[in-house]
């Protein structure tokens, strides 16, 4: 089985500011891809990363980095200086390697104030 | 490319009735998918397609039938709509031998049911 938690619900910055948000994956497996989509309020999804198990190299890139950590099963996004666009929901996303589909997380609602 | 497509944008159902969500990519991917997202949830996978001619359920299947005829298309067919199907669809297609590819989405079906 394979599940994803986002536990920050909803999550309120204001420009310029730093923002993590959080993703806590569990899976059984030892190969598996982790991925982060981005929704905009006009609604259609945009992929952002993917990365797999073996791979623990952070990634950044521009204002986004990705912090993956096995030790803790986790795979945080952090948005470096927010902007307004950042404004969206954010998905994480798992597929272990025994699994035919990806199983997303609940989602969390970014709002960056000007 | 127009990448995927998906028609109609919007539509209501009165309960009972039945309609086709239509999906189309033109990226030659061999993985499609449809997901439904409920108001404040991530993406729960209903049907996916491995290829021409295979498809398998995903985690929610119950009142949704799917075919695969060709590479482009992969058309949702709900049957006898009822209340619990009113969400927002997406489809998705990846390009893969395992799946693990990132999925581009269409813009997604709101769909109601009255």
């Known amino acids: 089985a394979q599940k994803v938690t986002q536990a920050q619900t909803e999550i309120s910055v204001v420009e310029k500011e730093d923002v993590t948000l959080d993703c806590v994956y569990e899976?059984?497996?030892?190969?598996?891809?982790l991925f982060w989509y981005k929704q905009p309020p006009s609604g259609e999804l945009v992929f952002l990363i993917r990365?797999?198990?073996?791979?623990?190299q952070n990634e950044i890139s521009g204002r986004y980095s990705w912090n993956f950590q096995k030790s803790t099963s986790s795979f945080n996004f952090t948005i470096t200086a927010s902007q307004v666009v950042d404004s969206a929901v954010y998905f994480c996303?798992?597929?272990?390697?025994?699994?035919?589909?990806?199983?997303f997380g609940s989602g969390t609602q970014l709002t960056v104030l000007p | 490319n127009a990448g995927v497509t998906q028609t109609p944008k919007f539509r209501i159902l009165k309960i009972g009735q039945s309609m086709t969500l239509q999906c189309t990519q033109d990226?030659?991917?061999?993985?499609m998918y449809w997901y439904r997202q409920d108001p404040g949830m991530g993406l729960k996978l209903i049907y996916y397609?491995?290829?021409?001619?295979?498809?398998d359920k995903g985690e929610v299947p119950n009142g949704y039938n799917v075919s695969r005829s060709t590479t482009e298309d992969f058309p949702l067919r709900l049957e006898l709509a009822a209340p619990s199907q009113t969400s927002v669809y997406f489809c998705?297609?990846?390009?893969?031998?395992?799946?693990?590819?990132?999925?581009?989405f269409g813009p997604g079906t709101r769909l109601t049911v009255l």
């Open positions: 996303a798992l597929k272990s390697g025994s699994a035919r589909q990806l199983t």
């Open positions: 899976t059984r497996d030892t190969t598996y891809y």
């Open positions: 990365r797999n198990s073996f791979d623990e």
């Open positions: 397609s491995v290829g021409a001619g295979i498809t």
């Open positions: 990226m030659n991917h061999n993985y």
């Open positions: 998705a297609s990846s390009y893969s031998t395992s799946g693990v590819n990132e999925q581009f």
